[in-house]
Structures are given as structure tokens and as C-alpha cells.
């Protein structure tokens, strides 16, 4: 499937992805993350009930403390 990941075609294997899935897959799972899924906010509770499909548009941006 081809999804645009912020701003960029990305190529990802299968026809669906879980968001989860997707954070792992990209080395940012578990760490805190705010995720738009076409262009809807994506609260981290809902991230095991959606999942990535085939056009699907994400905006991910990591959350780093510090200065």
C-alpha cells in the first residue's frame, strides 16, 4: 500500500496496517507521538482501534523534552 507519511510517499507492506504496527515498523513505538490520521487528531487511546489503509494521509510528530 502507499500512504502519504508527513508530506512523503511511503510504500508499506499489505493492504492494512495498525497504527501500532506502523509506529514499530517506523522505531517509534512506545515512545510518545502525536498522530493525525487523515487530518483527524488521533488520541493515543484510539491508536490500537485504527488502522492505516491504502491512501491513508499521517502526519506523525515525535514529543522530545529538553532544550
Known sequence: ???TLNGESTELPG????VPKLLETLGLGGKPVVIELDREALPPGDHAKRSVTDGSVIEIVTIAAGG
Open 1 to 3: 500500500m502507499t500512504i
Open 15 to 18: 493492504d492494512e496496517m495498525p
